[in-house]
């Protein structure tokens, strides 16, 4: 559970990246559930992770709320949210 909260979250943010290319701003709608459920399930993965096992889950909250943040103010700086 903990290596696939950390690959959520890479998935996440390459998501993110690619909505920053011009006339791609749109998969951000795509992108902000994929990576707010990608958070949710990396709390849950940090929460039941032993001591020794927090690196990944610790990745893919960082990586998924990076995505939900710049994901976000790129909807709002390209018009998509009003």
């Known amino acids: 559970m903990q290596v ?4 959520w979250g890479i ?5 993110m990246f690619v909505a920053f290319f011009p006339c ?3 998969l951000n709608w795509l992108n902000i559930p994929f990576a707010m459920a990608g958070l949710v399930f990396s709390i849950i ?4 992770a032993r001591p020794a ?4 889950p610790i990745a893919g909250v960082a990586c998924c709320s990076v995505a ?7 909807l709002i700086a390209g018009g998509g949210l009003l």
């Open 68 to 74: 939900v943040l710049f994901g976000l103010i790129r």
């Open 11 to 15: 998935v996440a943010i390459i998501g």
């Open 45 to 48: 993965a940090l929460a039941t």
């Open 53 to 56: 096992e927090k690196g990944g």
């Open 24 to 26: 791609l701003g749109s």
């Open 4 to 7: 696939l909260s950390l690959i």
